[in-house]
């Protein structure tokens, strides 16, 4: 059985990850961390990571930005392997989370569906075969009204499947509301429509001449997140230290 500690437990993916494992005969939240909480949980909830004094073999952290450097602290202190959901982590989070992983296991993905996670290889193919001709990258992305990060972690992360097979010179444009000049072919656009209830959408444009490619994923629940948390969760508990991502978990 893999006892999880559920860092943001009383959030909208603490919740459905919660109500996921109720039926898992192979993983349970024995503690759950979040400020917030009114008791309602079957399990004990602390208010934050270094109060919680409940033994784990794993932690899932699905909180904000803010909450997970204490978390980092706490995983390597206490020797707990954590898989880092949250997205809207600055540079040095990121460099703080390599840090990390070499002294305990550490799972980070901005997005745990099996769909995205395809994606990232079919878009360094993709981007292999369209940049030699010419093509220019646009990614948008679009999320509920409750989102607090932009662009989208798994925009970033699509961005980056791309960069990181083209020559140098590329870059990130976010934003082309100062500007009046064309297109530089090195930019990657990437822009964020947030709204109402939507889950999370990504479409990546290819747009060459006379001719455009799409690709394009659509979540239609938050329960694609979880499932893929827990799978994370059940395959780093016991890991050695190191870096992980949801190819290792996905194969
Ligand atoms: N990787 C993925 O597949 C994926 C999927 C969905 C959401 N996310 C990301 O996960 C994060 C959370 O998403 P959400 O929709 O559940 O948000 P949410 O706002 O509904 O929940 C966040 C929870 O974290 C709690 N929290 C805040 N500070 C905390 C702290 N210091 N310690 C413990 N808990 C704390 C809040 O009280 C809240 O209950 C966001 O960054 C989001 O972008 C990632
Ligand atoms: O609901 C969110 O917030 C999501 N955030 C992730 C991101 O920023 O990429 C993944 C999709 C859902």
Do not use: W
Not at 34 to 43: A, L, R, T, V
Not at 56 to 72: H, N, Q, R
Not at 84 to 90: A, E, F, M, N, R
Not at 155 to 177: E, F, N, Q, T, W
């Amino acid at each position: 059985m893999t006892r999880i500690i559920m860092h943001g437990c009383n959030g909208k993916m603490g919740q459905m990850i919660t109500n996921l494992l109720e039926g898992d005969e192979n993983a349970q939240i024995v503690a759950g961390v979040d400020p917030f909480d009114d008791g309602h949980n079957k399990y004990p909830v602390f208010p934050s990571i270094d109060s919680c004094v409940v033994k784990a073999d794993v932690i899932i952290d699905f909180t904000s930005a803010k909450a997970v450097d204490k978390l980092l602290e706490f995983s390597a202190k206490n020797q707990v392997p954590v898989v880092v959901c949250t997205t809207g982590l600055s540079d040095e989070q990121i460099e703080r989370i390599n840090e990390t992983s070499k002294q305990v296991a550490v799972l980070k993905s901005a997005n745990m569906s099996l769909g995205i996670n395809t994606l990232f290889k079919l878009l360094a193919q993709a981007a292999k075969v369209f940049n030699p001709a010419g093509f220019d990258v646009e990614i948008v992305e679009k999320h509920h009204n409750q989102k607090l990060d932009a662009p989208s972690g798994t925009a970033l992360a699509l961005a980056d499947s791309i960069k990181d097979v083209l020559p140098d010179g590329y870059y990130y444009k976010y934003d082309r509301s100062q500007e009046r000049r064309k297109r530089d072919p090195k930019e990657i656009g990437i822009s964020a429509v947030r709204g109402g209830t939507i889950v999370g959408e990504h479409e990546v444009i290819f747009a060459g001449e006379d001719e455009v490619i799409e690709f394009k994923h659509t979540a239609y629940s938050k329960a694609v997140f979880a499932k893929g948390a827990i799978e994370a969760a059940k395959f780093l508990a016991g890991k050695p230290a190191g870096m992980y991502d949801m190819s290792d978990v996905i194969g």
